[in-house]
């Protein structure tokens, strides 16, 4: 992918300030798990919000539709990313947005 990508965290209601590797990293990652599902085509504006285990995809404005299965992959693949990040401890909610530009 040749666009920039820009990407906010927050985790419990609470911004995560990112170096740029990090940003480009999560937000790689974040477009890359998305793309493979159907209805979620030419991401150009990406929103994840995960709560309690429910993940809950906006691409381009419309709501991306997970059985269970994308669901815990998608869910279980963000959690261990991010909690990595020095300021995170418990996570019990995230919210990821990445936008193309």
Known sequence: MSEALKAKLQ????SIEMNP???????QIAVGVVASLKGAEDV???EIRQEKGNVKITVNGSDVPLTPF????????????????????????LDISVEVQ
């Open 44 to 46: 150009q504006i990406l």
């Open 70 to 93: 994308p669901n815990d992959i998608i869910c279980s693949t963000l959690i261990g990313l991010v909690s990595s990040l020095k300021e995170v401890d418990e996570i019990e909610s």
């Open 11 to 14: 985790v419990n209601k609470i």
């Open 21 to 27: 590797f990090v940003e480009e990293f999560l937000a």
